[in-house]
Structure formats: structure tokens, C-alpha cells
């Protein structure tokens, strides 16, 4: 497994390059927001693996509160870590991309506030991981949060259809409209996507197999304290 999980590594930093490259040297440049604008390229497969991370948080939390096995669990948890690492880029990158746009780095726009509001929710996730009264607490509640939490998603996407939103239209996805992209942007976003996607599969499987050991050594400890 672990050398499937190197090999992940090397196909996913070969793809970044090649990502690199098509979208500074082949991806037109916006005649509005010149160069800027490629920024779209990572902020939206960033904002789609985010949610694909809660999607699996919150099947594993299911998962967890039928089977109450240690491997939904890790699933979970890993899910959430990785799903708040690409919710915060995508936090990041959206508001770089913005201020050019709406000379502000923050509008309280209605796709920016339901994504801060998930950011929220799973770092609250995280939080009840570590503070809980009891590890098995922990497990629980944070379950109950992930799959409560996965409703604010499809809040997230479909805001801009929902709403008066200052966001671009959706460009990806059943709320999209067709066209919304050149066939070269359309070519290049899913390249992008595909080469992020690598990278969260990587950065999953590698954080579950690093909760496998850390559930171990917690293990061994009380098995020492015990004794």
C-alpha cells in the first residue's frame, strides 16, 4: 500500500507540472482580468474537492454510527482534515481572485458566506475530535456534525442560482450552463480538476494511514497503562 501511495505521489507532482504549463503558457488570457483570472483553474477543482472531502466525511460518519468500527472512523476523520485544507484554499484563492474583481478582499456575497459558514462547520468537527471528554465521544459527535454539516454543500453550490450573488456563474456541475466555457478553458478546468483530485486521493490515503498508526499507538499506551 505504501508504494501504491508513492507512486500516487509521483503521478499526482507529474500532473501539477503539466497543469502548471497549460494553464500559464497554453490557457488564454482573460481580455478583462488578464492574468489573474487563471486562478479559476485551482479555485474551482479546490472548492469541488472540498466538497467531495465532506461527502465522504459524512457517508464514513454513517458508516461509523451503524458499524462503530475504527476504519469509518479514520475515513472520517481524514476526510474532514483533508476537506478543511481545500476549503481554506479555496477560501484563499477565491478572495485573491475577488479583490481585483470587487476591489475588496471580502464581500458578504452569498457563495463566500454559505462556504465560511462550512469552514466553520468542520473546523468545529476538528475541534470536537480533540476536546471531547472521551475519545469515544469524540468519535461520535463529530459523526452526528459531519453529516449534519454536508447539508451546507449543495447550500454552497446552488447559492449562486438561489441567490443575488456577486460570484461568477457556475461553470461545472448540473447548475452550469451549457457554453459557460470555452471548449480550451472547459479542456484545461477538467485537466485541473483531475490533477487535484490525485492530489486529494494522495493526501487522503496517506492521512488514513497515519490516523491507522496513531489509533495503534494510542492503543499500546493504554495497554501500558493499564499493565
Not at 97 to 107: E, I, L, Y
Not at 189 to 214: C, D, H, K, N, Q
Request: proline share 4%.
Amino acid at each position: 500500500m505504501r508504494d501504491a501511495r508513492l507512486w500516487l505521489l509521483l503521478l499526482t507532482a507529474i500532473l501539477m507540472l503539466v497543469d502548471g504549463y497549460l494553464i500559464f503558457m497554453v490557457a488564454p488570457t482573460d481580455a478583462v482580468l488578464g492574468h489573474v483570472q487563471r486562478i479559476f483553474y485551482v479555485h474551482v477543482p479546490i472548492s469541488i474537492l472540498s466538497f467531495l472531502g465532506f461527502l465522504i466525511c459524512a457517508v464514513s460518519g454513517i458508516g461509523y454510527l451503524i458499524r462503530r468500527t475504527e476504519r469509518w472512523d479514520r475515513v472520517a476523520h481524514a476526510s474532514a482534515e483533508v476537506g478543511v485544507v481545500f476549503v481554506t484554499l479555496a477560501l484563499v484563492t477565491g478572495i485573491i481572485w475577488g479583490k481585483p474583481v470587487w476591489n475588496a478582499w471580502w464581500q458578504w456575497d452569498a457563495r463566500l458566506t454559505t462556504t465560511l459558514i462550512l469552514w466553520f462547520i468542520y473546523v468545529a468537527y476538528l475541534m470536537i475530535r480533540q476536546y471531547a471528554p472521551t475519545p469515544q465521544q469524540g468519535r461520535t459527535w463529530s459523526a452526528v456534525v459531519g453529516i449534519i454539516g454536508f447539508i451546507d454543500v449543495p447550500i454552497v453550490y446552488y447559492s449562486v442560482k438561489w441567490w443575488r450573488t456577486l460570484h461568477p456563474e457556475q461553470v461545472i456541475g448540473p447548475a452550469a450552463d451549457e457554453g459557460s466555457l470555452e471548449p480550451i478553458m472547459a479542456r484545461i478546468l477538467i485537466f485541473s480538476l483531475v490533477t487535484t483530485l490525485a492530489l486529494f486521493t494522495y493526501l487522503l490515503l496517506e492521512r488514513v494511514a497515519l490516523r491507522g498508526i496513531e489509533d495503534r499507538l494510542s492503543q499500546l499506551r493504554r495497554e501500558g497503562n493499564t499493565d
